[in-house]
């Protein structure tokens, strides 16, 4: 199944990040899992009753991210995912496991009944804030194959946020896409410089322009500038949905209910 049998539509699909809560064992853990659990199925009763088209359940209060995850974080997104699910039995739910836990991420979604991930390190090599983060793709999609996880499709990050490109600056963002593109990658992901940084609305245009393959958002946008990235096939929108903007803060129902209506609008 692509992007069109998974969502219905090929423009401004809005898919909305449950950060879950510090799991055990990271450095913020201060919760137990029934609660990290409630939370997030919390914030997907929210997101699911505001109409949203599909989430992410994703480890960001797991800071400082590493590249070595442990057993801990897979059973315990495993149990949230699972639980997410059980709340929204038939909207498109994606996970990603930070940082650059990809293969894991198949994993827990293949376990949780889920239907995509969000990879980072896709193709080309660069020195993201956890450190140098090489090219996953050939490894990873063999993974997929070897777990018979062929229907959990991969959306990939291309010039990722929090990250030096020094490595790549001869290599354009157009190039990063055809690259991953060419990977048979099955969706690129175009993001600011940092989490709740507003994307170019210029570069959405030229990769656009540049592959066949679906186009997400990945950071920025927002009620007020929603109109630049209408021809993108996907809006992943986190920071926005949550109290004051932050995406630490619990989401704020109404500015979910307010940008759902707002993007209904601009479809018409």
């Known amino acids: 199944m692509k992007f069109s049998g998974l969502f219905g539509r090929l423009k401004s699909v809005v898919i909305g990040m449950i950060h879950v809560k510090a799991l055990p064992g990271t450095p913020l853990g201060c919760l137990k899992m029934s609660q990290i659990i409630e939370e997030a199925c919390k914030e997907a009763s929210t997101y699911c009753d505001a109409g949203i088209d599909g989430l992410i359940i994703e480890n960001m209060h797991d800071i400082p991210y590493s590249f070595s995850v442990g057993p801990e974080v897979c059973a315990c997104m495993t149990a949230v995912c699972t639980a997410v699910r059980r709340v929204c039995p038939v909207l498109p739910l994606g996970v990603q496991i930070l940082s650059s836990a990809n293969q894991q991420a198949l994993a827990v979604a293949l376990a949780s009944g889920l239907d995509f991930i969000r990879a980072e390190g896709f193709v080309f090599s660069h020195v993201a804030d956890e450190g140098l983060l090489n090219a996953c793709a050939g490894d990873l999609l063999r993974y997929r194959k070897q777990i018979g996880a062929e229907h959990v499709?991969?959306?990939?990050?291309?010039?990722?946020?929090?990250?030096?490109?020094?490595?790549?600056?001869?290599?354009?963002?157009?190039?990063?896409?055809?690259?991953?593109?060419?990977?048979?990658?099955?969706?690129?992901?175009?993001?600011?410089?940092?989490?709740?940084?507003?994307?170019?609305?210029?570069?959405?245009?030229?990769?656009?322009?540049?592959?066949?393959?679906?186009?997400?958002?990945?950071?920025?946008?927002?009620?007020?500038?929603?109109?630049?990235?209408?021809?993108?096939?996907?809006?992943?929108?986190?920071?926005?949905?949550?109290?004051?903007?932050?995406?630490?803060?619990?989401?704020?129902?109404?500015?979910?209910?307010?940008?759902?209506?707002?993007?209904?609008?601009?479809?018409?």
């Open 153 to 268: 499709q991969i959306f990939t990050d291309i010039k990722k946020k929090h990250s030096s490109h020094a490595l790549t600056s001869d290599v354009s963002v157009e190039d990063t896409a055809r690259a991953a593109e060419f990977f048979l990658s099955d969706g690129v992901i175009l993001t600011g410089t940092s989490t709740g940084v507003q994307a170019d609305p210029q570069q959405l245009r030229e990769v656009s322009q540049s592959v066949k393959i679906p186009v997400l958002v990945g950071s920025g946008v927002t009620y007020d500038n929603v109109e630049g990235y209408l021809d993108a096939n996907g809006l992943i929108i986190g920071s926005y949905f949550k109290k004051g903007g932050h995406w630490a803060n619990a989401v704020e129902p109404e500015q979910v209910k307010r940008f759902i209506g707002k993007i209904h609008e601009l479809r018409k």
